[in-house]
Nanobody, 113 residues
Framework: QVQPVESGGGLVQAGGSLRLSCAAS????????MDWYRQAPGKQRELVAS???????AYVDSVKGRFTVSRDNAKNTVYLQMNSLKPEDTAVYYC???????WGKGTLVTVSS
């Protein structure tokens, strides 16, 4: 089964930074689009960032200028660099890509005020 493993979350103060990692558990060199989602407590899961064809990126307005998505095909890993974190960024973060069989467990990011 293809299931991502997210890591890198933790507790940080507002204004701090975290770098999330997603180990895809499969070869990703042929996957054009990989995404990061997040789900805040009591809220629906939302798309946060996407990386397309290994270079083009897209972000939800609320994180533009603060988050950066990247990928390392040799390591089969996708990253989400999060800077200037805000309390409203608190959520469980998940990665997503075509072909995965299940959502991963996600990694919890908690931003204190």
């Amino acid at each position: 089964q293809v299931q991502p493993v997210e890591s890198g979350g933790g507790l940080v103060q507002a204004g701090g930074s975290l770098r999330l990692s997603c180990a895809a558990s499969t070869f990703i060199f042929s996957i054009d689009n990989m995404d990061w989602y997040r789900q805040a407590p009591g809220k629906q899961r939302e798309l946060v960032a996407s990386i397309i064809s290994g270079s083009k990126t897209a972000y939800v307005d609320s994180v533009k200028g603060r988050f950066t998505v990247s990928r390392d095909n040799a390591k089969n890993t996708v990253y989400l660099q999060m800077n200037s974190l805000k309390p409203e960024d608190t959520a469980v973060y998940y990665c997503f890509f075509p072909g995965m069989d299940h959502w991963g467990k996600g990694t919890l990011v908690t931003v204190s005020s």
